[in-house]
């Protein structure tokens, strides 16, 4: 065999391999984290491009992802500040939620089954 075609192939097969992982890592984000805090509920959910913060199933910010590194999502629960950031990482992005400067720690929310 050419050496361009075995490149070629092993090139076509990485890409494939590349893009399956990303769709399968998009479905994942679009169930979307979130954390408690004083009795309220702090989400975060990615769209196709676009990026929301929920409090308390109200949407208070919202950013295009689209060719960025990094998303900051801001909103307010009375008078404490949130603060959600979002970069990408080598295998799986890096989130931080912060309530007023200090971290909550985030959990995936659950797969809803759809009533048949």
């Not at 075995?6 to 890592?25: K, N, R």
Request: glycine content about 8%; some cysteine.
């Amino acid at each position: 065999m050419d050496r361009e075609l075995i490149w070629g192939i092993v090139l076509i097969v990485v890409a494939f391999a590349i893009f399956a992982w990303e769709m399968v890592y998009f479905v994942q984000m679009k169930r979307g984290y979130y954390c408690e805090y004083n009795g309220h509920k702090i989400e975060f959910k990615l769209g196709f491009g676009k990026a929301f913060l929920l409090i308390d199933g109200e949407q208070v910010d919202k950013q295009r992802t689209t060719f960025r590194w990094l998303v900051v999502l801001n909103g307010q629960i009375g008078e404490d500040k949130v603060e959600f950031r979002f970069t990408t990482g080598l295998l799986k992005p890096v989130m931080k939620l912060f309530v007023n400067g200090q971290d909550c720690a985030l959990q995936k929310n659950e797969k809803v089954k759809k009533a048949k």
